[in-house]
Each structure stands twice: as C-alpha cells, then as structure tokens.
C-alpha cells in the first residue's frame, strides 16, 4: 500500500510500469537508477513477470545500479533454482 501513499518504493514501481512504453523507457530507466536502493526490491519483484520482452530491461536496470549488487548476492544465495535463472 506504500505505493499510494508516495513511497519512493512505490514510485520505482510506477516506473517499472513506464518500461514496457517504448516513448518513456529510457526516462523511466534513467529515473529508476536514481532512485538506487530504493528501486531494488520492486525490480526483483518485477523479475517474475511473464513478458520475457521485458526481463531484459529490469536486468539492465538493476545492473546499473551499485546498491543492488548485495541485494542480488543475497537473493542468489539463498533462492531456490527456478529464480536464479532470471537474475
């Protein structure tokens, strides 16, 4: 309920929603990065999507941003197989 209230987490995920526009991807990506940390947790969750047009564009997302390195370390390490092959 976060994202309704302005929650910088929120907000990543309204920009997640804006990379499967092609007009305001690379704007939505760039806004993404900035918000580092922040951003982390709704791409991971935005890894499960089922358009695999789109994974591509939350790897690249979260490979640029420094902050998610730990994040997916710990997700890798203790994830089962099946997301591991997403990451």
């Known amino acids: 309920m976060d994202w309704l209230t302005g929650s ?4 990543a995920k309204r920009l997640i929603a804006r990379l499967a526009d092609v007009t305001q991807r690379d704007h939505a990506a760039q806004d993404l990065i900035r918000l580092g940390a922040d951003a982390v947790p709704p791409l991971l969750e935005a ?5 695999l047009n789109l994974l591509p564009l939350y790897q690249q997302v979260l490979a640029r941003i420094p902050s998610a390195t730990t994040t997916l370390i710990k997700l890798l390490a203790s ?9």
């Open 47 to 51: 890894l499960q999507t089922h358009d």
């Open 8 to 11: 910088r987490q929120g907000e």
């Open 79 to 87: 994830a089962p197989h099946h997301p591991r092959a997403r990451c």
